[in-house]
């Protein structure tokens, strides 16, 4: 490995995007302007589809001002793209590396851009085209390996947070039955966040259901029934991955058994459409209708405003973004790593505070984290050793306050 490679840089956008995906684009922009190795500092339009088709643009023109205004924007600002490219797309790419002399290639995303940094760093190689490909996370999912929390999380997960402490007053003010879909396919990180502002356990979320545990309607009924006659009103916090013990999403099971149109409908990936339509949430109110009738029962589907709402940005997230951006640059320019990605860890003792490592890309790609165990209580809670882990990475909540209700 050339410790005095020079050449041009860019960087992609891949994705889902967050509040603070603009904050590591800005760290990688003040961070590679003026290095003595980086010869242009560009950008790719839609990520690998702007280096297949040649859409760059170069960053290092932007005005320092505009950098720092669109930081605070959420959103790709370069524009997203969720494509995994195949050996004849990666050599185009290659082509376009070589024809603007790019040397240093950052992709922004999850664990499927990791992959992507990692099939390029190879095919790169094989082709003769010595360059360095690193990945800087992103996902509200906060599903990456090897990092302690991923950029996007925080402030996706203090939206979830407030969201759930104003439906939980809305829900003692008129009591009923109030379930809430939030995203997470595969994992319940963003989920368990809903339970962050709570103060005991009249607060709710009162049922938190993800797909680290198998999803029984029969028991979900019993369960808010059971609320329900306690509280005399029950909030729920649902992942849109819930699934049966073989795997399948309970929406393809409960369309399935309904006959509903819904059991063939498919994402742009060929998975099982989940989100966006407010049908989970339709179907798990229908359900605790039949069982508890009278009851008020509503249903509400969070949807993209989880991971791109401007006001609720945790300010520790949007640091830790554009640190991840920095780190990225240094570490290719500084001959030390070929690639990786970009992790983060807790630095412990006292206030939270983290620092970047470098990790091997093929650590990161692919492969999904869960919520581990000793972040959940039985089939339908959230243990507190959860709300130690994530509540600093929000920047901290304002607990929610009650009337003393003095008989007059």
Known sequence: ?????????????SGG?????NQSLAGYVLEAVGQERISRVLGARHGVQGLLEDRL??????????????????????????????????????????????????YIGGNDS????????????????????????????????????????GSAARFVAHAFQGDDRDNRSLPGVKIDVVMGRHAGWLTAAGTLGRRDETDGPHLVYVPERVFDP????????????????????????????????????????????LAGQKDSHGNVQLSGTGALGDALANLVKEALPGVRVRADTFGYLQRSFPVDVSPVDAAEAREVGRAAVRAAVSGDHA??????????????RSEVFVAPLESVAKVTRNLPEEFLAGDNGIAPAFR?????????????????????
């Open 218 to 261: 029969d028991r979900f009924l019993a369960d808010v029934a059971a609320v329900h006659e306690r509280l005399g009103r029950c909030l729920v916090a649902v992942s849109e991955g819930i699934h049966d013990a073989d795997g399948r999403p309970f929406l393809q099971v409960y369309a399935e058994r309904a006959g509903s149109a």
């Open 57 to 106: 643009v170069d960053l290092g023109a932007e005005p320092r001002e505009r950098i720092e205004a669109v930081a605070k924007v959420p959103a790709a600002a370069l524009g997203s793209v969720r494509k995994k490219p195949g050996p004849e797309e990666v050599e185009r790419m290659v082509e376009t590396f070589r024809r603007h002399d790019i040397r240093f290639f950052f």
């Open 114 to 153: 990791a992959e992507t940094a990692h099939i390029v760093e190879r095919q790169a190689a094989e082709l003769g085209w010595e360059m360095r490909c690193f990945h800087v996370p992103k996902t509200i999912d906060n599903d990456l390996r090897v990092t302690d929390h991923c950029p996007g999380y």
């Open 17 to 21: 995007p967050t509040a603070v995906i």
């Open 339 to 352: 690639s990786g990605s970009i992790a983060l860890r807790r630095i412990e003792g006292g206030d939270y």
């Open 388 to 408: 130690d882990y994530a509540l600093p990475l929000t920047g901290g909540l304002q607990p929610m306050a009650d009337l003393e209700l003095i008989p007059a």
């Open 1 to 13: 490995m050339s410790d005095s490679l020079r050449g041009a840089a860019v960087i992609g956008q």
